[in-house]
């Protein structure tokens, strides 16, 4: 019902001046004034108000007055509610709480959160719990916990505890505060609890990581007598992506199937998400292809599906074909694909992305400028990153580590040095994957003892707890610079069980310099972590090659054959007229091949005679020459 019904209304009943007609009803003011808030008709309510002011016993209506305080507050005239609520005789709890609600949803938290200060100072009299859930509904940062508290403990002060409303909103605030432990409490002391109350701690949990716990409430829920609803199964399956619980989200699946929820936008996007997070990229992309109508945030979640299940041509050609048919593009899209793109990846499209960004005027998006710096520092152009950091107007600690990353990328190691300091020096908070970077770089230019300082740093001034990733990259750094028993030792003392990744730098350091015995230890160690992976049998038969123990070597590739490991073949890229072209070793493939062959030849005639000489340390025969051959 809107106000044009009203009007329409009005005439079939033959009322010749249908203001005139209003005025002298009360009831069909307010309704008329409730509507022209609700749809923005300022110039009609106030064309109201003004009649009213000629007819004073109209206007100081209690009722009247609340109305066109709504009124006001919906179309964003806030001085204008505000001239009018001081002019007011009377006033009630709909009188403060249009002032509080107006205040605080122009984002104006002072004056609603002051407005609120003095309706308390006058008596509790003066406001209802819909003032208090008001308040409550703006309480969404953890800077604002305070007033949560206030208000909780307002709550009991007034005996509203046992309100539905408020302890739903109360639920709400503390998780969107973080405040996890008061939000389960308040849930748990609910004498009464509605689908509300159920869905607001089974999202809580969802959003804060606690999916387990978020999936574990869902199910209890499903045992009571309280039926879940859209919001609910929506908030279980965003738990079921985060626990990556590919049978327990496939049942929900199921369930809103039969609701008939499947075809809500969101819902999609829900089981999309989830699909893909738990690997099953098929399904997601069923459910992508089978949708009547997509949004931006099904096609960004197709889009990162892809991306994150290595999908990558995939996820480039969905996008193109979304630009090509005119659908609406936005930064979230935009961001999605920039992800996608590694080192066999065109660099000639991300400049035709990066075309589409100026132009859409995406550019001054701080994730899309972070998206290109990824894209051209992993395309190879280092310079293109550069310039994408300088013009960006804001930076966050993403930006940093994209471009301390893209240094580290392309071997610019002091450079990268240098970007951590600017980077403490603007304010930004360092990361895990700061330091990641850091102590990649810190490898590879042979900075050993600043290495071990941001490893120690890292928990002492930050409280980042090193993950696998950092002690593998302390472990290379050793290996680099020759202290195997250091880093045979730095392994041992770890406060965790090392994993793959720290055996296979180990490893990778005695390939380097030829260390047979701690390289075996390694390999040992590695075999019992990795058992089928062909990365130990490679670098000990390296090993063994250097050292010419050929004997060793040759058991070693024996041992390998006979579990069936395959050596991952290594790849190199060149792209020459937008088109990438891929090599292995000894490739046949291109149809180019014999002339590639030809100039390879000539110039390693020209590097020999230059005085190179190969290092036969990291030449690896192929596994199906015979035993011994290189006695």
């Known amino acids: 019902m809107n106000s044009r019904w009203v009007f329409q209304n009005l005439k079939q009943r033959n009322v010749p ?48 007055s609340n109305s066109l305080l709504f009124m006001y507050s919906k179309c964003d005239r806030l001085d204008d509610a505000a001239k009018l609520f001081d002019e007011m005789p009377v006033r009630d709890a709909v009188s403060w709480n249009s002032m509080i609600s107006g205040f605080l949803a122009c984002g104006e938290l002072d004056t609603g959160f002051g407005y609120f200060r003095k309706v308390f100072q006058l008596g509790v009299c003066c406001f209802d719990q819909a003032t208090l859930t008001t308040i409550l509904s703006k309480c969404s940062d953890p800077d604002v916990v305070s007033v949560t508290r206030m208000i909780h403990a307002i709550v009991f002060l007034c005996g509203y505890e046992s309100g539905i409303s408020v302890g739903n909103a109360l639920i709400t605030s503390y998780f969107h505060c973080g405040c996890l432990n008061s939000g389960r409490q308040v849930f748990n002391e609910m004498g009464e609890k509605n689908v509300i109350s159920w869905t607001a701690v089974i999202s809580g949990l969802a959003k804060n990581q606690l999916c387990e716990e978020s999936l574990n409430l869902f199910v209890d829920m499903r045992m009571g007598s309280v039926e879940p609803n859209y919001l609910t199964y929506l908030s279980s399956l965003l738990a079921c992506s985060g626990l990556q619980a590919h049978k327990e989200g496939s049942q929900i699946h199921g369930i809103v199937w039969k609701l008939g929820f499947q075809s809500d936008l969101c819902i999609e996007s829900a089981l999309m998400d989830m699909y893909s997070k738990c690997g099953y990229i098929e399904e997601a992309l069923q459910i992508f292809n089978s949708a009547k109508i997509l949004d931006e945030v099904s096609m960004t979640v197709i889009l990162v599906a892809f991306a994150q299940n290595g999908y990558e041509d995939q996820a480039v050609h969905i996008f193109v074909k979304m630009v090509k048919s005119g659908v609406k593009i ?53 310079e293109e990153s550069i310039k994408v950091f300088d013009q960006m107007p804001q930076r966050n600690s993403i930006t940093w580590n994209s471009m301390i990353a893209a240094f580290a990328r392309h071997g610019n190691g002091y450079e990268a040095l240098k970007f951590y300091e600017e980077m403490r020096l603007e304010g930004a908070e360092p990361t895990d994957i700061t330091f990641l970077s850091l102590l990649h770089v810190c490898s590879h230019i042979g900075l050993v003892e600043k290495g071990m300082e941001f490893l120690v740093s890292m928990e002492s001034l930050y409280g ?72 130990s049998y490679t670098l000990l038969a390296n090993i063994y090659s250097t050292c010419g123990r050929w004997k060793e070597r040759a058991k070693t590739i024996r041992k390998m054959k006979e579990m069936g ?14 088109t990438v072209h891929s090599f292995v070793v000894y490739d046949q493939m291109h149809p180019q091949s014999d002339d590639l062959y030809k100039i390879l030849l000539e110039l390693f005639k020209h590097m020999k005679d230059e005085g190179y000489v190969p290092d036969k340390r990291f030449i690896l025969h192929y596994l199906h020459e015979k035993e011994g051959a290189e006695h």
């Not at 066999?344 to 075309?355: F, P, R």
């Not at 073949?569 to 937008?578: A, D, P, R």
Request: aromatic share 6%; hydrophobic share 45%.
């Open 565 to 578: 490991a395959a050596k991952e073949t290594g790849l190199s890229w060149i792209e020459i007229n937008k």
């Open 17 to 64: 001046n249908w203001l005139s007609y209003v005025l002298n009803n009360h009831v069909d003011i307010s309704y008329l004034l409730s509507i022209c808030g609700r749809e923005a008709r300022l110039h009609l309510g106030s064309s109201i108000h003004a009649s009213l002011i000629k007819s004073p016993e109209h206007h100081t209506h209690l009722h009247i």
């Open 330 to 382: 936005d930064p979230n899209m935009v961001s999605a694909v920039l992800g996608v793109f590694g080192i066999d990846t065109s660099l000639a499209l991300g400049q035709q992305i990066h075309s589409l960004i100026i132009k859409r005027n995406f550019d001054a998006n701080i994730f899309v400028s972070n998206g290109l710096i990824n894209m051209y520092s992993k395309c190879g152009d280092l």
């Open 464 to 535: 980042l707890s090193p993950r696998m990733e950092h002690y593998a990259c302390v472990v290379d750094m050793l290996g680099r610079a020759g202290r195997l028993m250091e880093a045979k030792s730095f392994i041992e003392k770890l406060p965790v069980k090392p994993g793959v990744l720290v055996w296979q730098a180990l490893l990778g350091a005695c390939s380097f310099h030829g260390e047979p015995e701690i390289g075996k230890y390694a390999v040992d160690q590695l075999s019992l972590a990795a058992p089928c992976s062909p990365v």
